[in-house]
């Protein structure tokens, strides 16, 4: 099974937009992470937001925000004022288990997003 | 500015050819990770180690071994290349105990077997 669904291969939308990039998870750990990364055409891996399962509050990063539904197990990526630099692929990760040493992020499959005028 | 390095952005090799990819962090990060990057698939993990000399198989450790003598640098292995390992190859490396930094990537290397 899947542990991390990102059920949108591709997004469009227009620049000063806000747009949502959708995540859910599966995991029967009480302690894990969530994370976000944006991968622009370049390739490199650009980390852009994290919530821990057991914050309270939606992380909030510049212009993204975390949509962090606990009981749904989605972590829905929210972009506000979209920009056209914003056009990259974004995926979804998940850590298991509280920071010890090793612990892996599980990726989903991605969302590339375009930026249009 | 902290990095992770990788030693090649393109490699083109041979079928049976051996080859190293070479991956060297200056963070003093206890942990390092190569994954493969394929269109729809997503991001896979091959190997990790959260020590030097230490390492675990993650997700997809067919055809691939590691090599981790020094804590910088953490090296994938191709023993015998094959035109399914065409992929883009991605090291990370990690804190222990630094709860939301995650990982800290390379810019990868995009290897073709021919």
């Known amino acids: 099974a899947q542990k991390i669904t990102q059920t949108q291969p591709g997004m469009f939308v227009q620049e000063k937009e806000a747009v949502t990039l959708d995540c859910t998870y599966d995991t029967s750990d009480q302690s894990y992470g969530l994370f976000w990364y944006k991968q622009p055409s370049s390739g490199e891996m650009i980390f852009l937001i994290y919530q821990g399962s057991y914050d309270e509050q939606n992380a909030t990063e510049g212009r993204y925000s975390l949509n962090f539904q606990k009981a749904r197990k989605s972590a829905n990526l929210v972009i506000s004022a979209s920009q056209l630099g914003d056009s990259a692929m974004y995926f979804c990760?998940?850590?298991?288990?509280?920071?010890?040493?090793?612990?892996?992020?599980?990726f989903g499959t991605g969302t590339q997003l375009k930026v249009e005028l | 500015d902290v990095k992770v390095t990788q030693s090649s952005r393109y490699l083109v090799k041979r079928t049976g050819e051996k080859v190293f990819l070479e991956c060297v962090q200056d963070m003093d990060h206890e942990n390092m990770f190569w994954y493969r990057q394929d269109p729809g698939l997503g991001l896979r993990l091959i190997y990790f180690s959260y020590d030097v000399k230490m390492k675990e198989k993650g997700d997809i450790p067919e055809g691939y071994s590691v090599s981790r003598e020094k804590k910088e640098r953490f090296s994938l292995i191709l023993e015998s290349a094959s035109t399914n390992q065409t992929s883009m190859y991605l090291c990370a490396s990690s804190l222990t105990g630094n709860r939301n930094y995650g990982y800290t990537f390379g810019s990868g290397t995009r290897l073709t077997v021919v």
């Open positions: 990760a998940m850590r298991e288990g509280i920071t010890g040493g090793g612990n892996k992020l599980t």
